[in-house]
């Protein structure tokens, strides 16, 4: 903003490049086409996204399992009722439908959820992913592969040929949060895992980990954990992350993402909606920084309080890198907050954002919502700056925007 640039200019500029900066979408619960069904995408399954199930029940009287007994379209149906029709669809959830489908070319204020999956219903995915991505400004999309995982595990198995667009990452939840129901799985994999972790077990545990990773080309690790993980602690967790997880790990220079905070099944009758969150201890992830200077970490939280603690954290150690506003932080109030902190606090060595879509759709809200509030933030920060005369150029600001919507978190993974 040179003295003669208002902020609105500067703004509009900020916007343009962001708009026209492709994005890395680095934790999605999407798929490459090659897994058939698994892939979701259309009206129906944007409307059973578990973020809009727990909504939908805040007004709903049916029992929970008679819900669960509908099909699909039917509990669609409840949930348009409830959330469009007889409510304004303010919450960020509801409002994402409503981007989504405006931004397809859908008149939004018809209300007419017939017509609407008539106009879906035309589509073939090889064609829909091409358009989801474009208006989402997309050029990649990470996956969450679970080996553990009955419907994903045999396409891998068979193989296939991949799409380039999407990346695949290798999720672990079962092995380290619940070893004693996993090692048997493993035993029956063929790998010699026992429940105790004895030498034996964790060099079989490596070995599966080697296979699953060469398998799936994955180009990081993930878990999410409890709000009480603790490190190091005499637990099969702490264990078995130090001695399988972060050697596999650093033996072949992949990240280990760290999603902390999320609490499991408070309401099980919601199903997938059911998960909760806490406070983590972040003294654990400044420990796993401390003890583990060969292994990299990538981290998000889930609760608000410790967002100020992470950014801190990654200050301190260069092995960290701090991605996303997950789940419940994903609103715009804590998008905005937590954008802000971070680039006061960080710079533009972060990754602000990923989607966690679990719909294809959803990138496209996902993405129109982050790059607005991105850039929001930018323009004040560059505004602040050229009040003393530093001018930012278009070049200055593009390469900004690459950080931010991958590039920063390319280079991490590439390091040594
Ligand atoms: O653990 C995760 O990857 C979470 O993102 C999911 O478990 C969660 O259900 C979700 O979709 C949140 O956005
Ligand atoms: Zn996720």
């Given at each position: 903003?040179?003295?003669?640039?208002?902020?609105?200019?500067?703004?509009?500029?900020?916007?343009?490049?962001?708009?026209?900066?492709?994005?890395?979408?680095?934790?999605?619960?999407?798929?490459?086409?090659?897994?058939?069904?698994?892939?979701?995408?259309?009206?129906?399954?944007?409307?059973?996204?578990?973020?809009?199930?727990?909504?939908?029940?805040?007004?709903?009287?049916?029992?929970?399992?008679?819900?669960?007994?509908?099909?699909?379209?039917?509990?669609?149906?409840?949930?348009?009722?409830?959330?469009?029709?007889?409510?304004?669809?303010?919450?960020?959830?509801?409002?994402?439908?409503?981007?989504?489908?405006?931004?397809?070319?859908?008149?939004?204020?018809?209300?007419?959820?017939?017509?609407?999956?008539?106009?879906?219903?035309?589509?073939?995915?090889?064609?829909?992913?091409?358009?989801?991505?474009?208006?989402?400004?997309?050029?990649?999309?990470?996956?969450?592969?679970?080996?553990?995982?009955?419907?994903?595990?045999?396409?891998?198995?068979?193989?296939?040929?991949?799409?380039?667009?999407?990346?695949?990452?290798?999720?672990?939840?079962?092995?380290?949060?619940?070893?004693?129901?996993?090692?048997?799985?493993?035993?029956?994999?063929?790998?010699?895992?026992?429940?105790?972790?004895?030498?034996?077990?964790?060099?079989?545990?490596?070995?599966?980990?080697?296979?699953?990773?060469?398998?799936?080309?994955?180009?990081?690790?993930?878990?999410?954990?409890p709000p009480d993980f603790?490190?190091?602690?005499?637990?099969?967790?702490?264990?078995?992350?130090?001695?399988?997880?972060?050697?596999?790990?650093?033996?072949?220079?992949?990240?280990?993402?760290?999603?902390l905070g999320v609490k499991?099944?408070?309401?099980?009758?919601?199903?997938?909606?059911?998960?909760g969150m806490g406070r983590s201890r972040l003294?654990?992830?400044?420990?796993?920084?401390?003890?583990?200077?060969?292994?990299?970490?990538?981290?998000?939280v889930l609760s608000r309080e410790n967002q100020q603690d992470l950014?801190?954290?990654?200050?301190?150690?260069?092995?960290?890198?701090?991605?996303?506003?997950?789940?419940?932080?994903?609103?715009?109030?804590?998008?905005?907050?937590?954008?802000?902190?971070?680039?006061?606090?960080?710079?533009?060595?972060?990754?602000?954002?990923?989607?966690?879509?679990?719909?294809?759709?959803?990138?496209?809200?996902?993405?129109?919502?982050?790059?607005?509030?991105?850039?929001?933030?930018?323009?004040?920060?560059?505004?602040?700056?050229?009040?003393?005369?530093?001018?930012?150029?278009?070049?200055?600001?593009?390469?900004?925007?690459?950080?931010?919507?991958?590039?920063?978190?390319?280079?991490?993974?590439?390091?040594?």
């Amino acid at each position: 903003m040179s003295h003669s640039e208002s902020r609105s200019a500067l703004g509009a500029r900020v916007e343009t490049i962001l708009t026209a900066t492709p994005v890395t979408d680095i934790h999605t619960h999407l798929y490459d086409p090659a897994f058939g069904d698994l892939l979701l995408w259309g009206i129906d399954d944007l409307l059973v996204y578990h973020y809009l199930v727990s909504e939908a029940f805040r007004w709903l009287e049916l029992p929970y399992d008679k819900f669960w007994a509908l099909p699909k379209a039917r509990q669609a149906e409840l949930i348009w009722d409830a959330l469009f029709v007889k409510h304004s669809p303010v919450s960020e959830a509801c409002r994402g439908v409503v981007t989504t489908l405006h931004a397809l070319g859908l008149d939004v204020r018809a209300r007419d959820l017939p017509a609407l999956r008539k106009w879906f219903a035309q589509w073939k995915p090889a064609d829909y992913i091409t358009r989801c991505m474009e208006l989402a400004g997309v050029k990649s999309i990470c996956m969450t592969n679970s080996p553990f995982d009955d419907l994903e595990r045999p396409v891998w198995e068979k193989g296939f040929n991949r799409d380039e667009r999407f990346t695949a990452a290798l999720r672990i939840d079962p092995l380290l949060v619940s070893w004693g129901d996993t090692a048997p799985i493993l035993a029956g994999w063929g790998y010699q895992a026992s429940g105790s972790l004895t030498d034996r077990t964790i060099s079989e545990v490596r070995r599966f980990l080697e296979d699953w990773t060469r398998k799936m080309d994955a180009r990081y690790l993930m878990v999410s954990l409890p709000p009480d993980f603790d490190f190091p602690a005499d637990t099969t967790t702490a264990r078995l992350l130090a001695k399988a997880v972060l050697p596999h790990c650093r033996d072949h220079g992949l990240p280990m993402a760290l999603m902390l905070g999320v609490k499991r099944q408070v309401n099980p009758a919601l199903r997938m909606a059911g998960d909760g969150m806490g406070r983590s201890r972040l003294v654990a992830l400044e420990r796993l920084c401390a003890l583990f200077p060969d292994n990299k970490f990538l981290a998000t939280v889930l609760s608000r309080e410790n967002q100020q603690d992470l950014c801190v954290l990654a200050r301190k150690f260069r092995n960290l890198h701090v991605f996303g506003c997950w789940w419940f932080t994903n609103v715009p109030v804590i998008i905005e907050e937590m954008t802000r902190m971070r680039l006061e606090l960080i710079g533009l060595s972060v990754t602000p954002q990923h989607s966690d879509a679990r719909v294809l759709d959803q990138v496209i809200y996902k993405w129109r919502h982050t790059r607005r509030i991105l850039a929001r933030v930018l323009t004040d920060k560059y505004a602040d700056l050229a009040e003393t005369g530093w001018d930012v150029t278009d070049a200055d600001i593009q390469r900004d925007a690459q950080d931010l919507l991958g590039g920063a978190f390319a280079r991490f993974c590439a390091k040594a």
